[in-house]
């Protein structure tokens, strides 16, 4: 299991920019795939962004895609979501989230297979 802890979420203008951030715990973090998912009110848990374990391929969902980048540092434990032009429908919470499988480098956008998941952090961007 890792241990995840989000931060960086707040309230922004549409436009604006965010960066969260999700600090790991854990011996295996390094060799799982990282993902962002978010969830909006009365609306299902959505993905947003995935990382391999090597770092070298990222995923997108289509409707950050160009707007959101993923990054991890091996050596800090983290994973970051910077997310830039920021727009009401972004709205939701942001859950940090560790792939089940170990040196996976086509990391999947499935939350059912992510078992270790944070507790999130909440992104508010204003019209």
């Known amino acids: 299991q890792v241990q995840l802890v989000e931060s960086g979420g707040g309230l922004v203008q549409a436009g604006g920019s965010l960066r969260l951030s999700c600090a790991a715990s854990?011996?295996?973090?390094?060799?799982?795939?990282m993902g962002w998912f978010r969830q909006a009110p009365g609306k299902e848990r959505a993905f947003v962004a995935v990382i391999s374990w090597s770092g070298d391929t990222t995923y997108y969902a289509d409707s950050v895609k160009g707007r959101f980048t993923i990054s991890r540092d091996k050596a800090k434990n983290t994973v970051d979501l910077q997310m830039n032009s920021l727009k009401p429908e972004d709205t939701a919470r942001y859950y940090c989230?560790?792939?089940?499988?170990?040196?996976?480098?086509?990391?999947?956008?499935?939350?059912?297979?992510?078992?270790?998941w944070g507790q999130g952090t909440q992104v508010t961007v204003s019209s």
């Open positions: 854990g011996r295996t973090f390094s060799n799982r795939a």
């Open positions: 989230a560790a792939e089940r499988y170990l040196y996976n480098n086509y990391p999947s956008r499935a939350k059912s297979d992510f078992d270790s």
